[in-house]
């Protein structure tokens, strides 16, 4: 596992958006955060997910959330908008971006992929991961120190057989995030990194393995360090990497 030990207060005063927040490692690092301090903005499809994860932290103790119910799938240039807008009217500033939404699709060969099915993976795994990144990025830049973390895979890093839309996706997001990082560098006070979580206790691995032993990979609340190194103030200058969570 990535060896990071994060103390109590390391986010404390910090606005983070994370997307896909109500369930596996979106719903494990907005406890993470929340329990360090922040005020987590909780992003997601399915209010519910998202009003349970709302309750276990305020429940907690730690600073109140807000719950924002969004399909990235069928979002509106105008939706983005007016998130945009209500973040600054609430809070002033973002400080942190975390990019984990994302659908498996259909693995299988290429030749059996449809058209539109490619475009529903690419349209929620990088076309609204670039909207918001668009759109919240002068919200991010009136930070004191911003970091945009962006969600990879090993099939994003390395191209395998039969993972189609989600490993050409993973692939985009590593080339937006190094885009990214580049232009931000030594002019911007925002930051862009990368994680690949590995095999993680998810919905998602389940349904991509469902042969395999979900108990022989760690749950997500096992993989969040890296995670919290990267929102904090401790990877300050820390840009255009890619981090693996279980290394």
Same mark, same amino acid.
């Given at each position: 596992?990535?060896? =990071? #030990?994060?103390?109590?207060?390391? $986010?404390?005063?910090?606005?983070? $958006?994370v /997307?896909?927040?109500?369930?596996?490692?979106?719903?494990?690092?907005?406890?993470?955060f929340?329990?360090?301090?922040?005020t987590?903005?909780?992003?997601?499809?399915?209010?519910?997910?998202?009003?349970?994860?709302y309750?276990?932290?305020?429940?907690?103790?730690?600073?109140e959330?807000?719950?924002i119910? $969004?399909?990235?799938? %069928?979002?509106?240039?105008?939706? =983005?908008?007016?998130?945009?807008?209500?973040?600054?009217?609430?809070?002033?500033?973002?400080?942190?971006?975390?990019?984990?939404?994302?659908?498996?699709?259909?693995?299988?060969?290429?030749?059996?992929?449809? %058209?539109?099915?490619?475009t529903?993976?690419?349209?929620?795994?990088?076309?609204?991961?670039?909207?918001?990144?668009?759109?919240?990025?002068?919200?991010?830049?009136?930070?004191?120190?911003?970091?945009?973390?962006?969600?990879?895979? #090993?099939?994003?890093?390395?191209?395998?057989?039969?993972?189609?839309?989600?490993?050409?996706?993973?692939?985009?997001?590593?080339?937006?995030?190094?885009? $990214?990082?580049?232009e931000?560098?030594?002019? %911007?006070?925002?930051?862009?990194?990368?994680?690949?979580?590995?095999? /993680?206790? %998810?919905?998602?691995?389940?349904?991509?393995?469902?042969?395999e032993?979900?108990?022989?990979?760690?749950?997500?609340?096992?993989i969040?360090?890296?995670?919290?190194?990267?929102?904090?103030?401790?990877?300050?200058?820390?840009?255009?990497?890619?981090?693996?969570?279980q290394?």
């Open positions: 596992m990535f060896d =990071y #030990s994060a103390r109590p207060d390391l $986010l404390k005063g910090r606005v983070i $958006l /997307t896909g927040a109500g369930r596996g490692i979106g719903r494990a690092a907005s406890l993470a929340a329990a360090h301090g922040a987590v903005l909780l992003l997601g499809k399915t209010e519910d997910y998202l009003n349970e994860v309750d276990l932290i305020v429940a907690a103790g730690h600073p959330p807000v719950v119910p $969004l399909n990235l799938e %069928t979002t509106l240039p105008h939706q =983005y908008d007016e998130l945009a807008a209500m973040i600054e009217k609430e809070f002033g500033k973002l400080d942190g971006l975390l990019h984990n939404a994302s659908i498996l699709g259909l693995r299988s060969p290429i030749e059996q992929i449809s %058209t539109d099915n490619f529903r993976v690419m349209q929620v795994n990088v076309n609204a991961m670039f909207s918001l990144t668009h759109t919240l990025l002068p919200l991010l830049k009136l930070s004191e120190d911003a970091s945009v973390v962006f969600t990879s895979s #090993s099939v994003g890093r390395k191209g395998r057989a039969y993972w189609g839309a989600y490993a050409v996706s993973k692939f985009a997001t590593e080339g937006l995030m190094q885009v $990214l990082a580049d931000c560098e030594d002019i %911007t006070r925002v930051r862009a990194n990368s994680v690949n979580p590995g095999a /993680t206790r %998810t919905a998602m691995r389940a349904h991509a393995y469902p042969g032993n979900a108990y022989n990979n760690p749950a997500p609340e096992d969040m360090a890296v995670y919290l190194y990267l929102m904090g103030p401790d990877s300050k200058g820390v840009n255009g990497q890619a981090f693996n969570a290394d």
